[in-house]
C-alpha cells in the first residue's frame, strides 16, 4: 500500500512562490495518478491539479490554471506542485493523493497529513 508525505508549505507574501512535494513510498510510484488538494475554512478537499500515471496528462482547477503545475519523477517517486504568483485566496492545508487514476482519487485514493501554504497580503 503506497503511503504519501506532504512537504514544502509555509508563510509567503502574495506575488510568490512555493513549490511542495510529495514523497511516496510503499508501493510502484509510476503507476499511480498523483493529485493536490486543499482545504480552506470548510470541511471539504476541493481539487486543485492531478496528473496522470505516466505523466502525460495534466488537470487543473480554473482558480489555478496558468499559475500552478503539477508534475512527477518517477525516478525519485516524488510528485510536486510548483505555485506561482500566490494569492491570500490559495492559503489552505494542501493534500497529495495517489490513485491507481485520477477518476479514483476521492474514492480509492491513499492521502497524506497535509502541509499548510499561508498566503499574506
Known amino acids: 500500500q503506497v503511503q504519501v508525505v506532504e512537504s514544502g508549505g509555509g508563510l509567503v507574501q502574495a506575488g510568490g512562490s512555493l513549490r511542495l512535494s510529495c514523497a511516496a513510498s510503499g508501493g510502484t510510484f509510476s503507476t499511480y495518478a498523483m493529485g493536490w488538494f486543499r482545504q480552506a475554512r470548510g470541511p471539504e478537499r476541493v481539487f486543485v491539479a492531478a496528473i496522470s500515471w505516466a505523466g502525460k496528462i495534466t488537470h487543473y482547477a480554473d482558480s489555478v490554471k496558468g499559475r500552478f503545475t503539477i508534475s512527477k519523477d518517477n525516478a525519485k517517486n516524488t510528485a510536486y506542485l510548483q505555485m506561482n504568483n500566490l494569492k491570500p485566496e490559495d492559503t489552505a492545508v494542501y493534500y497529495c493523493?495517489?490513485?491507481?487514476?485520477?477518476?479514483?482519487?476521492?474514492?480509492?485514493?491513499?492521502w497524506g497529513q497535509g502541509t499548510q501554504v499561508t498566503v499574506s497580503s
Open positions: 493523493n495517489a490513485a491507481p487514476t485520477v477518476e479514483t482519487m476521492n474514492e480509492r485514493g491513499t
